[in-house]
């Protein structure tokens, strides 16, 4: 990938946008082309220079303004935050007349010092080649790291950042560096070039282990990351970064089970003799089964808990090293997270939320819908399910495997209110009587049978009393969910990071959010308030 980049970057006229697509690197890992990256003062002689811009550092538009022209020139004039493009691109452009004007006149003292008295030169002092390729050969390089967070720092117009070099008219270059594909991270209004793609493979075997190898000196560690290698990439491709940080949690449950031997320095635990230290331990096929055995469960519970960070490394190394309680070893477990503190709206909301990120719209109906069912009570969808429910079609990936959708905060509302409505406890007035209703006591007597009018008209009214009762909650209910405490909730739900806003925070219609829970929690959570979470998901999770 580096010598791609530069030898894009090295073309003249060098690409004015770049994609670089890295799903299986992280930001901080990227392999860079062999340029300057800083600037000592704005008449700097070196003719490769290189910018990087976190996206998540420089969240606003005056940080990241302000943040470019400081690596542009550090020791300039006028350190003023820039707070608009204009402002930003006017002091752009003054930067670039003065380091073009710097390197001119320096190219100039250079071609006197080497031009030859016979050799003519024109009337600006060079020989008319020398100062056009010594611009050719000057590169600019802006690389924003991390661009899809771009539409949250300047909001749908953040297509401005793909013509800096045309709407500026300073010759640069914009590497986009993104672990999203490019049709994710595009504007939406369609208005940016198309950008050179580049992508960057996932590290090779060889990579990988050229990179760990030299972590320690210990004679199982190859065989320990030839282990770990086999089980991991043939399930995904996490960066180098990923594995060293697998690696560092389950070699001290790897090698916890070793005799005293010469290396074993170098796991950072003592000689028990150190005037006579062991023997080097020898390596033998029972051995590599063995502790290939016990690494098992550690390296299952690695990919499923450690790997997404549902778990800290420190946690998951105490709680599956083995343990011998009176010679008999104990059961190794991963602690369960704390029990979100939730009230019972706020669960609810998760519960709707998460069958929105994973039910298609047109399942709505079936699954939420409430009809009127026999003798005035209310049944919920109408018993209608599709054919193979919790199957898919042939060549259709499954919603559960490609994670939550976003959809829109009308559609949480209207779910939220049909399992609030359903499930929710109501108040002793607004509950359904259960019993018939008791004759009074100046119609007992010889008329103890009542008539079929009389009956008729009991019914009626039982049925009446519910359908107002009916009525009433529904209306309690429509009433909460437009109700101003209820919206607060969603806020909070995302600053615990339990719900994700997808659209632009100063958009105000058309809103769109996505749950970021997992199925165990939000089952737990439908358990709670007493109903099976199943019964709502349109592929059920078997």
């Given at each position: 990938m580096t010598s791609t980049l530069e030898m894009l970057l090295s073309t003249s006229p060098a690409p004015s946008l770049i994609y670089l697509h890295h799903p299986h690197h992280s930001f901080t890992s990227l392999p860079l082309p062999s340029f300057s990256t800083s600037s000592s003062s704005s008449t700097s002689s070196s003719t490769n220079t290189?910018?990087?811009?976190?996206?998540?550092?420089?969240?606003?538009?005056?940080?990241?303004?302000?943040?470019?022209?400081?690596?542009?020139?550090?020791?300039?004039?006028?350190?003023?935050?820039?707070?608009?493009?204009?402002?930003?691109?006017?002091?752009?452009?003054?930067?670039?007349?003065?380091?073009?004007?710097?390197?001119?006149?320096?190219?100039?003292?250079?071609?006197?010092?080497?031009?030859?008295?016979?050799?003519?030169?024109?009337?600006?002092?060079?020989?008319?080649?020398l100062e056009e390729q010594d611009e050719h050969s000057r590169i600019i390089v802006l690389l924003i790291t991390r661009a899809e967070r771009l539409r949250l720092v300047f909001g749908n117009g953040w297509s401005l950042m793909t013509r800096l070099a045309e709407l500026t008219g300073v010759p640069l270059s914009v590497v986009l560096c993104s672990s999203s594909p490019w049709d994710y991270t595009r504007p939406m209004r369609g208005d940016a070039p198309e950008p050179i793609h580049v992508y960057l493979p996932a590290p090779t075997r060889e990579e990988i282990l050229s990179t760990l190898t030299p972590s320690s000196p210990h004679p199982l560690w190859p065989r320990f990351l030839d282990l770990l290698l086999s089980t991991i990439l043939s399930l995904c491709s996490p960066s180098i970064e990923e594995i060293q940080y697998l690696s560092q949690s389950?070699?001290?449950?790897?090698?916890?089970?070793?005799?005293?031997?010469?290396?074993?320095i170098h796991l950072g635990l003592p000689y028990p003799d150190p005037a006579n230290p062991p023997a080097e331990l020898e390596i033998t096929i029972?051995?590599?089964?063995?502790?290939k055995h016990r690494l098992s469960l550690s390296l299952a519970s690695a990919i499923e808990n450690l790997l997404p960070r549902q778990i800290g490394s420190y946690e998951f190394t105490q709680?599956?090293?083995?343990?011998?309680?009176?010679?008999?070893?104990?059961?190794?477990?991963?602690?369960?997270?704390?029990?979100?503190?939730?009230?019972?709206?706020?669960?609810f909301l998760l519960v709707a939320g998460y069958t929105g990120s994973y039910n298609p719209p047109k399942s709505d109906i079936r699954l939420f819908g409430r009809t009127a069912g026999v003798e005035g009570k209310?049944?919920?969808?109408?018993?209608?399910?599709?054919?193979?429910?919790?199957?898919?079609?042939?060549?259709?990936?499954?919603?559960?495997?490609?994670?939550?959708?976003?959809?829109?905060?009308?559609?949480?509302?209207?779910?939220?209110s049909s399992l609030y409505a359903e499930h929710?406890?109501?108040?002793?007035?607004?509950?359904?009587s259960l019993g018939g209703e008791s004759s009074s006591s100046g119609e007992e007597g010889d008329d103890w049978l009542p008539s079929v009018a009389e009956q008729s008209a009991k019914v009626e009214s039982k049925r009446k009393r519910d359908n107002e009762r009916e009525?009433?909650?529904?209306?309690?209910?429509?009433?909460?969910?437009?109700?101003?405490?209820?919206?607060?909730?969603?806020?909070?739900?995302?600053?615990?990071?339990?719900?994700?806003?997808?659209?632009?925070?100063?958009?105000?219609?058309?809103?769109?959010?996505?749950?970021?829970?997992?199925?165990?929690?939000?089952?737990?959570?439908?358990?709670?308030?007493?109903?099976?979470l199943d019964e709502y998901l349109y592929e059920a999770v078997m």
């Open positions: 290189l910018f990087k811009i976190d996206t998540v550092e420089y969240n606003t538009p005056r940080l990241f303004f302000s943040g470019i022209l400081n690596k542009l020139d550090p020791i300039g004039e006028g350190q003023e935050e820039i707070q608009t493009f204009d402002g930003f691109a006017q002091r752009l452009k003054l930067w670039n007349q003065a380091s073009t004007s710097a390197s001119t006149s320096k190219g100039k003292g250079k071609a006197k010092a080497k031009a030859s008295p016979g050799t003519k030169v024109n009337g600006n002092g060079t020989n008319g080649h389950l070699w001290r449950i790897y090698t916890s089970t070793l005799p005293p031997h010469y290396s074993m029972k051995l590599l089964t063995d502790l709680a599956l090293l083995p343990k011998v309680q009176n010679g008999i070893p104990l059961t190794r477990t991963l602690p369960q997270p704390p029990a979100m503190d939730l009230s019972t709206v706020e669960k209310r049944k919920k969808g109408g018993g209608m399910r599709r054919a193979g429910y919790g199957r898919v079609r042939v060549g259709k990936v499954p919603q559960r495997l490609l994670g939550p959708k976003p959809f829109p905060i009308d559609r949480l509302l209207a779910l939220f929710a406890e109501r108040p002793e007035d607004l509950q359904a009525k009433r909650w529904d209306d309690s209910v429509e009433e909460l969910s437009m109700s101003v405490k209820l919206w607060g909730l969603i806020p909070q739900l995302e600053s615990q990071g339990l719900l994700k806003r997808i659209s632009p925070i100063d958009r105000l219609d058309n809103i769109m959010i996505r749950c970021e829970i997992n199925y165990d929690t939000a089952k737990n959570l439908a358990k709670d308030l007493k109903f099976n």
